[in-house]
Every structure is written in structure tokens, then in C-alpha cells.
């Protein structure tokens, strides 16, 4: 039993991790008093109606129509993402061009930039536009390779691919654009899958982008419905509502996680990208 | 000068890798140059975001070294990413040690620890915390049952800064990876070796695994440290700033001088120069690690 000490730390990590998890959900079905005066996480009683609720918002629209919103944000973005992340690190990891240096330094440069240098002036930007609270700010950038970190870990995967592959293609008759396609992207298959469930999650997160650029109630994403129903709730509110509503919030990370868990770890352990 | 020659495929031109990179150079142009330059440039005005701005030279800048606000935010923010930047570091890397070993159910372990970064700064999340942390909440309820009195985590300075940094503690996860990876690289022949000159675990992990994760210590402590000088979510969601500005971060002053009191030039001016202190303090991070990392290559 050398191994029992060890095992007994990384339960006791494990606990730390999931138990405020487990507390929200069992709380989700506790009242207010229960909430105060129980640590232990399973609720006394089990009433399923609380969710009924909390899907009904505060607002005149369910929680249904807040994950549309959201998803109407998530899907664009993560196509645009995936689509030009693969172009721009092709053309990094592939080609020999004037100024690739120059570039590649620019986009490791990006990364380190903090998004709030940058938040204000696109606001105004947009708003000139006439495109303030619309998705188009939430998701055009994404047309642009705009997150660094993804373009970086597809070059290191681009790299991992034998270039023999490319020569055999191309003495065949094979284009650029046709070898990336049918040659190389199914060799990156794992990295296209972490990217796609990076940029799920991250926009799922996300709540500055949204809280700056989205201002009529009915085009929030999930984010900021939860934000506006935690800051009506005054004494006496039923704590468990807001809970409930939080709870279903996670829901679509931690289905999207557990579905791409094995591949998703795989394509991060390998690139080297971290969130 | 020589004539640089491209090394490309036969056929392939040399502007069909710069073809192929068009979206992010446009991309960079446009949101992160541009922002960058309207930064500084609104930050010489006193643009209200709605009316014609007037020009008004270095103002802002001399405002803000004058604002005693802006000067407790500022070290705010550093005294929060101080205390949060190493605690994480440690935290990540005893856990990848824990989790680099190859046990029964280790995939399990690996998962569970990744869970919170993953769910992270999502606003459930911070409203939880909230809740965890409310008077008689968990937090309270936990620190009872180890005989500790309820700190007051809402009411003292102390531990409004101590709830944030413990949410973001508590998502160390990415961090992890990063650490995880490495340790996989490093052949196991070593630890072996080691153990045949007599050498114990603890002193292997200080003479053997910490030189070799340099390059990936330095590299979390970049990314966490720009993160970190960041928050705005946490305070913004769970504390508001308060108690008494305790945890009013540069990031919430921004937001609030720009959405709240609409001084989109003073708020220009100072995410400029918070552009110039992030770049600082990782500049110095660089300088201070440098011969260290030099060693290591």
C-alpha cells in the first residue's frame, strides 16, 4: 500500500475541486434557511419545480431563449475561428513568405496584449458603426485569427506532420489549398477539437465582451441574463432560483466537456495550450 | 545585399504563405493595432463617447498620476497579483506532480482537477462564490467545524481580497496542463539514476524537476501574471471593489471611469498606461529570469 498516501491527497484535492459543484446543485433545492445552516450538500427534500422556475427568468423570455442567443454567438465565432486559426498557421508552418518573422513575432506579441487596452476603442469603433449591441462585434474577429494561442498550437501540430506527406500530394498533382484540406487536416484532427471546445467554453465565459457590447435585455447571452437575475435579488428573494439558473448555465460547458474530454485533453497535452 | 531566396514548394510563389496569413494580418490591423493607437490618441482628448472630443494634450496622463484613486488601484492590483500569482504556481505544479504518476484512476483525478479552470470565470461560477461565501455560508459553516470564528469575508478588507483569490486559485487547472506536459517529457531514466546515487524524492524534485520546468514556470508565470493584473470579473461581480476600494482593480476603475462616469479620454489614458505597466512587469519578469532561463537551454 505505498501508494495510499498519495491516493489520499489526490481525494482530498479531488473533494476541494468538486464540492463547491456539488454544493450549488444540492442547493439549488434547499430554501433559504437550508442553504445557512447545512455545509452537508444533499438537500432535505427534492423539488424539481424550482428549476420550472428558474427557466422562467426574471425576464419576459425563458432561459430558452437565452441559450439561443448564445449559441447564436458560439456557432459563427467557433466556425470562423477554426476556419482561419487552420489558414493563418498553414501559411506560417508551410510557406517561406517576406516578413515571416516579422509576423509571427506580431502574433506571439498579441497574445501577451490585455483585452481591456483594446475594449474601449472597439466599443467606439463599433458604436460608430452602428453596430453596437449586435453579435457582429462579439463574432467578426473571430473571422481574423484574432486568438493567438490557437494559430501558435496548429503551427506546432503543422510542424508534428511529415513533410513527406506535402511532397507526395503535390507530385500528384495536389494544390495548396487542396492539400491542407485533404492531407493535412485530418492529420491535426485533435487540435481542430480543442480549438472548437476552447472557443465554446471561452464564449460561454465570457462576460466583459458581452456586458460592454450588448445593451437591450432580449440579446444577452447567458452570461449576462445570469448577471441582471443575480442583481435584482434583494432579501427575501428565494435564494434557490438564481442557483437553479446557474446551475442550468454550466450545463453546456460540462456536457460539451464531458463529450470532448478524451480528445480535448489529448489535443492540449500535445500543443501545449492552456486557457 | 544578398537577395533572399524563399525556400517553397516548386510552383508555390513567394506570396502564397503571405496570401494564406491575409485574416490575421487584417485582423491584427484592425483589433489590435488600431485599438492600440485610438487608445493613446483618445487618451489626449476629453472625448464623453458621444460628443465631439477637444484635444487636451498630456491632461489625462498628469490627472492620473495626481489620482490617489487610480494610485490605490494600481496597487491594488499588484498586491492581488502578488499574492494570487505564486500560491497558483505552487498550487499547479504540486498537483501535476501528484497527478503525473501512474496510478489506477489517474484519468479520473486528472479530470476532476481540470474541472473548475474549465468552468473558470464563468458567471455562475462567481455567483456561487458569492453564495459560498455569504455570512453562514459554506465557507463560514467549514471554519466552524474546525473551531475557526466567521471571518466576515464581505465586511474586512482582508477577506474580500482573500474570497477573490481563492476563486481564482481554486482554477489552477490550465496552469496544471501546462506543468503536466512538461513533467511527461522528463525521461524517468533520471528519477532512476537518482534513486541508484541515493538521491530521496524531495531532493529529486529540487535538483532534478524544478531546473527542468524553467521554461515552463517562466511561461505560466507570464501568462498568469497578465491574467491576474487583469481581473475585473471577481471583484466586479462578487465584492464590487469594496470594502473600501480593498479590491478595486485597475480593470474596474477602467470600466467605471468609461460605462459608468463616460470619461472615455480619461479611460483611454489610463488603459494606455496600464498597456505600459503590464508591459513593464513583464519585461522585468524577463530581465529578472534571464540568466536563469539562459542556464536552462
Given at each position: 500500500?505505498?501508494?495510499?498516501?498519495?491516493?489520499?491527497?489526490?481525494?482530498?484535492?479531488?473533494?476541494a475541486m468538486i464540492y463547491p459543484l456539488l454544493w450549488l446543485?444540492?442547493?439549488?433545492?434547499?430554501?433559504n434557511d437550508e442553504i445557512f445552516s447545512s455545509a452537508w450538500?444533499?438537500?432535505?427534500?427534492?423539488?424539481?419545480?424550482?428549476?420550472?422556475?428558474?427557466?422562467?427568468?426574471?425576464?419576459?423570455?425563458?432561459?430558452?431563449?437565452?441559450?439561443?442567443?448564445?449559441?447564436?454567438?458560439?456557432?459563427?465565432?467557433?466556425?470562423?475561428?477554426?476556419?482561419?486559426?487552420?489558414?493563418?498557421?498553414?501559411?506560417?508552418?508551410?510557406?517561406?513568405?517576406?516578413?515571416?518573422?516579422?509576423?509571427?513575432?506580431?502574433?506571439?506579441?498579441?497574445?501577451?496584449?490585455?483585452?481591456?487596452?483594446?475594449?474601449?476603442?472597439?466599443?467606439?469603433?463599433?458604436?460608430?458603426?452602428?453596430?453596437?449591441?449586435?453579435?457582429?462585434?462579439?463574432?467578426?474577429?473571430?473571422?481574423?485569427?484574432?486568438?493567438?494561442?490557437?494559430?501558435?498550437?496548429?503551427?506546432?501540430?503543422?510542424?508534428?506532420?511529415?513533410?513527406?506527406?506535402?511532397?507526395?500530394?503535390?507530385?500528384?498533382?495536389?494544390?495548396?489549398?487542396?492539400?491542407?484540406?485533404y492531407i493535412l487536416v485530418p492529420c491535426i484532427r485533435p487540435?481542430?477539437?480543442?480549438?472548437?471546445?476552447?472557443?465554446?467554453?471561452?464564449?460561454?465565459?465570457?462576460?466583459?465582451?458581452?456586458?460592454?457590447?450588448?445593451?437591450?435585455?432580449?440579446?444577452?447571452?447567458?452570461?449576462?441574463?445570469?448577471?441582471?437575475?443575480?442583481?435584482?435579488?434583494?432579501?427575501?428573494?428565494?435564494?434557490?432560483?438564481?442557483?437553479?439558473?446557474?446551475?442550468?448555465?454550466?450545463?453546456?460547458?460540462?456536457?460539451?466537456?464531458?463529450?470532448?474530454?478524451?480528445?480535448?485533453?489529448?489535443?492540449?497535452?500535445?500543443?501545449?495550450?492552456?486557457? | 545585399?544578398?537577395?533572399?531566396?524563399?525556400?517553397?514548394?516548386?510552383?508555390?510563389?513567394?506570396?502564397?504563405?503571405?496570401?494564406?496569413?491575409?485574416?490575421?494580418?487584417?485582423?491584427?490591423?484592425?483589433?489590435?493595432?488600431?485599438?492600440?493607437?485610438?487608445?493613446?490618441?483618445?487618451?489626449?482628448?476629453?472625448?464623453?463617447?458621444?460628443?465631439?472630443?477637444?484635444?487636451?494634450?498630456?491632461?489625462?496622463?498628469?490627472?492620473?498620476?495626481?489620482?490617489?484613486?487610480?494610485?490605490?488601484?494600481?496597487?491594488?492590483?499588484?498586491?492581488?497579483?502578488?499574492?494570487?500569482?505564486?500560491?497558483?504556481?505552487?498550487?499547479?505544479?504540486?498537483?501535476?506532480?501528484?497527478?503525473?504518476?501512474?496510478?489506477?484512476?489517474?484519468?479520473?483525478?486528472?479530470?476532476?482537477?481540470?474541472?473548475?479552470?474549465?468552468?473558470?470565470?464563468?458567471?455562475?461560477?462567481?455567483?456561487?462564490?458569492?453564495?459560498?461565501?455569504?455570512?453562514?455560508?459554506?465557507?463560514?459553516?467549514?471554519?466552524?467545524?474546525?473551531?475557526?470564528?466567521?471571518?466576515?469575508?464581505?465586511?474586512?478588507?482582508?477577506?474580500?481580497?482573500?474570497?477573490?483569490?481563492?476563486?481564482?486559485?481554486?482554477?489552477?487547472?490550465?496552469?496544471?496542463?501546462?506543468?503536466?506536459?512538461?513533467?511527461?517529457?522528463?525521461?524517468?531514466?533520471?528519477?532512476?539514476?537518482?534513486?541508484?546515487?541515493?538521491?530521496?524524492?524531495?531532493?529529486?524534485?529540487?535538483?532534478?524537476?524544478?531546473?527542468?520546468?524553467?521554461?515552463?514556470?517562466?511561461?505560466?508565470?507570464?501568462?498568469?501574471?497578465?491574467?491576474?493584473?487583469?481581473?475585473?470579473?471577481?471583484?466586479?461581480?462578487?465584492?464590487?471593489?469594496?470594502?473600501?476600494?480593498?479590491?478595486?482593480?485597475?480593470?474596474?476603475?477602467?470600466?467605471?471611469?468609461?460605462?459608468?462616469?463616460?470619461?472615455?479620454?480619461?479611460?483611454?489614458?489610463?488603459?494606455?498606461?496600464?498597456?505600459?505597466?503590464?508591459?513593464?512587469?513583464?519585461?522585468?519578469?524577463?530581465?529578472?529570469?534571464?540568466?536563469?532561463?539562459?542556464?536552462?537551454?
Amino acid at each position: 500500500m505505498k501508494k495510499l498516501p498519495l491516493y489520499i491527497l489526490l481525494t482530498a484535492g479531488a473533494i476541494a475541486m468538486i464540492y463547491p459543484l456539488l454544493w450549488l446543485i444540492g442547493a439549488s433545492f434547499k430554501s433559504n434557511d437550508e442553504i445557512f445552516s447545512s455545509a452537508w450538500f444533499v438537500p432535505q427534500s427534492l423539488d424539481l419545480s424550482v428549476y420550472a422556475r428558474a427557466w422562467r427568468t426574471v425576464t419576459p423570455h425563458t432561459m430558452g431563449h437565452y441559450f439561443v442567443n448564445t449559441f447564436l454567438i458560439i456557432i459563427p465565432k467557433t466556425v470562423f475561428t477554426v476556419v482561419s486559426s487552420v489558414l493563418v498557421a498553414y501559411g506560417f508552418a508551410r510557406f517561406d513568405f517576406p516578413l515571416k518573422r516579422l509576423f509571427f513575432a506580431l502574433l506571439m506579441g498579441s497574445m501577451f496584449m490585455p483585452a481591456i487596452v483594446t475594449v474601449m476603442p472597439l466599443y467606439m469603433l463599433w458604436s460608430r458603426l452602428g453596430l453596437h449591441d449586435t453579435y457582429v462585434p462579439l463574432t467578426l474577429p473571430a473571422l481574423f485569427a484574432a486568438e493567438g494561442a490557437f494559430v501558435f498550437m496548429l503551427v506546432q501540430f503543422f510542424r508534428g506532420v511529415p513533410r513527406e506527406f506535402d511532397e507526395a500530394a503535390r507530385i500528384d498533382g495536389c494544390g495548396s489549398l487542396r492539400l491542407l484540406v485533404y492531407i493535412l487536416v485530418p492529420c491535426i484532427r485533435p487540435v481542430i477539437v480543442s480549438i472548437t471546445v476552447f472557443t465554446f467554453l471561452w464564449t460561454m465565459n465570457d462576460f466583459l465582451t458581452p456586458l460592454i457590447m450588448i445593451s437591450s435585455v432580449e440579446k444577452y447571452p447567458l452570461s449576462l441574463i445570469l448577471r441582471l437575475s443575480a442583481d435584482s435579488t434583494g432579501d427575501g428573494y428565494e435564494q434557490r432560483k438564481i442557483i437553479a439558473m446557474s446551475v442550468i448555465g454550466l450545463i453546456p460547458s460540462v456536457a460539451v466537456f464531458a463529450a470532448a474530454q478524451k480528445k480535448f485533453i489529448s489535443g492540449i497535452t500535445a500543443g501545449g495550450l492552456s486557457g | 545585399m544578398k537577395k533572399r531566396s524563399y525556400r517553397n514548394p516548386v510552383g508555390v510563389g513567394k506570396y502564397t504563405g503571405l496570401w494564406l496569413i491575409m485574416p490575421f494580418i487584417i485582423g491584427f490591423a484592425a483589433f489590435t493595432l488600431y485599438p492600440f493607437a485610438a487608445s493613446f490618441v483618445l487618451g489626449l482628448t476629453d472625448s464623453d463617447g458621444v460628443h465631439t472630443a477637444r484635444f487636451i494634450g498630456a491632461d489625462n496622463f498628469t490627472d492620473m498620476l495626481a489620482s490617489s484613486e487610480l494610485r490605490g488601484a494600481v496597487w491594488t492590483t499588484l498586491k492581488y497579483t502578488l499574492i494570487l500569482v505564486p500560491l497558483k504556481l505552487a498550487v499547479s505544479l504540486l498537483a501535476a506532480v501528484l497527478l503525473n504518476s501512474e496510478i489506477k484512476g489517474i484519468g479520473v483525478y486528472r479530470t476532476i482537477f481540470y474541472v473548475p479552470s474549465i468552468l473558470g470565470s464563468s458567471l455562475a461560477i462567481v455567483i456561487m462564490w458569492q453564495f459560498l461565501f455569504t455570512s453562514g455560508g459554506l465557507a463560514d459553516q467549514l471554519m466552524g467545524l474546525v473551531g475557526l470564528p466567521s471571518v466576515g469575508w464581505y465586511g474586512s478588507s482582508t477577506g474580500a481580497m482573500a474570497m477573490i483569490v481563492l476563486l481564482r486559485l481554486w482554477e489552477f487547472g490550465s496552469a496544471m496542463i501546462l506543468f503536466l506536459n512538461a513533467l511527461r517529457d522528463i525521461p524517468a531514466e533520471y528519477y532512476e539514476a537518482a534513486r541508484v546515487d541515493g538521491c530521496g524524492r524531495v531532493r529529486a524534485f529540487f535538483r532534478i524537476t524544478l531546473p527542468l520546468l524553467g521554461r515552463v514556470i517562466f511561461l505560466n508565470l507570464v501568462l498568469q501574471t497578465i491574467a491576474a493584473m487583469q481581473e475585473f470579473s471577481a471583484p466586479y461581480m462578487i465584492t464590487g471593489g469594496g470594502p473600501m476600494k480593498s479590491t478595486y482593480t485597475i480593470g474596474m476603475l477602467i470600466y467605471d471611469e468609461m460605462f459608468r462616469y463616460h470619461n472615455a479620454g480619461y479611460a483611454n489614458a489610463v488603459s494606455w498606461a496600464f498597456f505600459v505597466l503590464v508591459t513593464g512587469v513583464v519585461l522585468v519578469l524577463f530581465a529578472v529570469t534571464r540568466r536563469r532561463r539562459e542556464e536552462d537551454v
